[in-house]
């Protein structure tokens, strides 16, 4: 069956330092892949995703994410974070079923400190 | 604007009630989701309308009851409620229902059944 996993529920980070959150997804084909962020009391918002091309994406906010094959994972990178980024970040997995079926992980809560 | 709105924001209820949950979204979009994310913030799909039509039943009580009465709405009826259906409840709309389409995500309803 299709999954997703962020093995990381919490990370802190210091302000201004980068970020990596990690995302592995167990899937048959090449599956279109997303990064969504939740700020308290909000709904999801879209940072990026991949379809196919190049493996590295950019998205909202200064956000990035790599694509590898061989690890069937897509981790998320910030550089420099920034306090408004303290969230919680889902990785989700687009079923190429012919309509839009998201598969998220758990999620990850991302503290950041000063 | 609110692209896609949702009523009420917090629901609490006793155990037995019937509630209904209302979805708008004023982005013109085909495609509408509901989404229950429970106290572990896991994110699990429930429905999707297309055009009206039920695109998307994932294994739910049938004490849910999605309703769709135009593309913009798409509402929740839940019959006999449970403790266990507390939780937070997501609508979402896509422009279509394809895989690779941005999900746009609602505020959320906090549903309490005490």
């Known amino acids: 069956a299709q999954s997703v996993t962020q093995p990381d529920i919490h990370i802190t980070v210091s302000e201004g330092a980068s970020l990596e959150l990690r995302c592995n997804y167990s899937?048959?084909?090449?599956?279109?892949l997303f990064w969504y962020v939740q700020s308290p009391g909000q709904g999801l918002q879209l940072l990026l995703k991949y379809f196919s091309g190049d493996t590295l994406v950019q998205g909202i906010k200064g956000f990035e994410a790599e694509f590898k094959r061989s690890q069937s994972s897509f981790n998320l990178r910030k550089p420099s974070v920034h306090w408004s980024d303290a969230a919680e970040y889902f990785c989700a997995v687009g079923l190429n079923t012919g309509f839009q079926k998201l598969v998220f992980g758990t999620g990850t809560r991302l503290l950041v400190s000063p | 604007d609110t692209a896609v709105s949702q009523t009420p924001k917090y629901l609490v209820t006793q155990m037995g009630n019937d509630k209904s949950i209302k979805c708008e979204q004023n982005l013109g979009h085909d495609t509408m989701y509901w989404y229950k994310q429970d106290s572990k913030k896991f994110l699990k799909i429930m429905f999707s309308y297309n055009n009206k039509e039920l695109i998307i039943n994932e294994t739910v009580p049938n004490r849910f009851s999605p309703k769709s009465p135009d593309k913009a709405h798409l509402n929740l009826h839940i019959n006999s409620l449970e403790l266990g259906d507390s939780a937070v409840y997501f609508c979402?709309?896509?422009?279509?229902?394809?895989?690779?389409?941005?999900?746009?995500f609602g505020p959320g309803t906090r549903l309490t059944v005490t």
């Open positions: 979402a709309s896509s422009i279509g229902r394809k895989d690779t389409y941005e999900q746009y």
């Open positions: 899937y048959g084909a090449t599956p279109y």
